[in-house]
């Protein structure tokens, strides 16, 4: 992806540019901060910014003090997501927590509210707290599962703690309702953050929203999601295994399988250095159907949902590729040569309808994993 695509994608995301994420650490650090901080009476606690990932939205801070539970505070300022679509989240986590699903709880602020608002300059800054999840990252513990433990505990219990809130959100009647999936992703959507340049792309996109619209919507199908279940957003305790979610900002009400489809990408990092496609394919059967065991422990999925899989794992691919758009200019920063090649490996998989990610096609490579260039 040369400097011009990037210019271009610049000036498609121009007109809903508020405030760069740089400038919103800053106005965090030196105004908004010490306000939370009293709407949450965080007095005498140590509050450190944590590193934004790649990709990050908020703005989040761990917050510690002896003799009390470690917290976590989001400051979020991206203006894709309003008032409603906050509570929406807060009240579904709350639900979720209350009924016995592993999820890091929403803490109420000093006026018993599950969100407070900052404005400054002209900024609206939406403000959450929560329990910070027991235990710790994967990638903290360098991907080492539990020490004497077989790592497929990990897998089952990855599809159980999924299974309990699926089953949970078909029982879930919203306050605030949050967003369908189809609303927030659709041809509007593709046409303002995709270049020009790229017409296959937003052509091939576009057809698969619609083929995704002649899907089944029930109650045991489709409900409210994380839709971003992966190994950044929980941290495992690793003297029971126990996994407790946290990072709902994605929420949204859509299929269920969108989860599950996120789960199966994240086996691959598992066996991505594999150099046999065919030893891949046998891994993620066994990663998957293990992963299942857990998930219907706790709920059902049916074989015909099941079957649509690959179609789940390109909408999810459609979404990863729609939303490195969108960081590009809220993190106010260049791409560095292997995100490139990443959103090129992306790219491809979508404008030829490779299935599963490339994963077992030719174009894949255990050297570079998900990457692409051309020859």
């Known amino acids: 992806m040369d400097i011009v695509m990037r210019e271009?994608?610049?000036?498609?995301?121009?007109?809903?540019?508020?405030?760069?994420?740089n400038?919103?650490?800053?106005?965090?650090?030196?105004?908004?901060l010490s306000l939370a901080s009293k709407m949450f009476d965080m007095e005498g606690y140590?509050?450190?910014?944590?590193?934004?990932?790649?990709?990050?939205?908020?703005?989040?801070?761990?917050?510690?003090?002896?003799?009390?539970e470690s917290l976590i505070l989001r400051i979020s300022f991206i203006p894709d997501r309003n008032r409603k679509d906050y509570m929406a989240e807060l009240e579904y986590v709350r639900y979720l927590h209350d009924h016995g699903a592993s999820v890091s709880n929403v803490v109420n602020s000093n006026k018993g509210h599950l969100l407070e608002e900052i404005v400054y300059e002209g900024h609206t800054f939406y403000v959450s707290l929560f329990a910070k999840a027991k235990g710790k990252l994967l990638v903290d513990n360098h991907y080492q599962y539990r020490e004497g433990v077989p790592i497929t505990e990990y897998y089952y219990n990855c599809g159980k703690v999924l299974g309990k809130m699926h089953q949970l959100s078909k029982s879930y009647t919203p306050v605030h309702r949050r967003y369908p999936f189809?609303?927030?992703?659709?041809?509007?959507?593709?046409?303002?953050?995709?270049?020009?340049?790229?017409?296959?792309?937003?052509?091939?996109?576009?057809?698969?929203?619609?083929?995704?619209?002649?899907?089944e919507l029930s109650q045991e199908t489709f409900g409210m999601i994380h839709f971003d279940f992966n190994d950044g957003n929980y941290a495992i305790d690793y003297d029971t295994g126990q996994i407790t979610v946290f990072d709902f900002d994605n929420?949204?009400?859509?299929?269920?399988?969108?989860?599950?489809?996120?789960?199966?990408?994240?086996?691959a990092g598992w066996i991505q250095f594999e150099p046999d496609a065919d030893k891949r394919r046998q891994f993620m059967d066994d990663y998957f159907q293990t992963v299942l065991a857990g998930y219907t422990s706790e709920t059902h999925v049916s074989e015909a949902m099941l079957e649509n899989l690959p179609l789940f794992i390109q909408l999810n691919l459609l979404e990863n590729i729609l939303d490195i758009f969108q960081v590009m200019q809220y993190n106010e920063r260049e791409e560095e040569e292997d995100d490139d090649e990443h959103l090129a490996y992306l790219i491809k998989c979508?404008?030829?309808?490779?299935?599963?990610?490339?994963?077992?096609?030719?174009?894949?490579?255990?050297?570079s994993p998900f990457e692409y260039e051309e020859n």
């Open 8 to 21: 271009t994608a610049h000036q498609c995301l121009l007109e809903e540019i508020i405030i760069h994420f």
């Open 23 to 32: 400038e919103a650490v800053h106005i965090s650090n030196t105004h908004v």
């Open 46 to 68: 140590t509050i450190q910014l944590i590193p934004p990932h790649e990709g990050g939205r908020n703005i989040v801070y761990s917050c510690d003090k002896e003799g009390h």
């Open 182 to 215: 189809l609303e927030r992703f659709n041809s509007e959507k593709i046409a303002s953050l995709i270049p020009e340049a790229f017409p296959l792309l937003k052509e091939k996109m576009v057809e698969l929203l619609q083929t995704v619209k002649q899907l």
């Open 251 to 267: 929420a949204c009400f859509g299929w269920y399988m969108l989860d599950l489809a996120s789960i199966w990408s994240n086996g």
């Open 350 to 367: 979508m404008e030829e309808d490779i299935p599963f990610k490339g994963f077992f096609h030719e174009m894949y490579s255990p050297e």
